[in-house]
Nanobody, 122 residues
Framework: QVQLVESGGGLVQAGGSLRLSCATS????????MGWFRQAPGKECEFVGV?????YYADSVKGRFTISRDNALNTIYLQMNSLKPEDTAVYYC??????????????????WGQGTQVTVSS
């Protein structure tokens, strides 16, 4: 059974940092685009970023968030710095063969896993 399991969320003050992890099992995604989406209460699912051979980010997180991957551990990470209250959301990991440059068109919140809650206090 293929699983993507997110972890690392929590409560942090504005300006702080968190690192989310997404562990995969059941198959290898080393050559697949993998990335992150988020959904805030009452709002639509939003693309955050994706990694394959390079990375793409939503404008709202560019320069603050960094995605990386460790294929040996079948894990991707989302390093979030300079967090803002508007970053509060459930963050979801995803894998999809769609070219990374088109991931902004996808909505994959909850498609693979339960997500992890990130709350940024002001």
């Amino acid at each position: 059974q293929v699983q993507l399991v997110e972890s690392g969320g929590g409560l942090v003050q504005a300006g702080g940092s968190l690192r989310l992890s997404c562990a995969t099992s059941g198959r290898t995604f080393s050559t697949y685009p993998m990335g992150w989406f988020r959904q805030a209460p009452g709002k639509e699912c939003e693309f955050v970023g994706v990694i394959r051979w390079s990375t793409y980010y939503a404008d709202s997180v560019k320069g603050r968030f960094t995605i990386s991957r460790d294929n040996a551990l079948n894990t991707i990470y989302l390093q979030m710095n300079s967090l803002k209250p508007e970053d509060t959301a459930v963050y979801y990991c995803a894998a999809d063969s769609t070219p990374p440059s088109r991931w902004y068109q996808l909505t994959m919140c909850g498609y693979w896993g339960q997500g992890t809650q990130v709350t940024v206090s002001s």
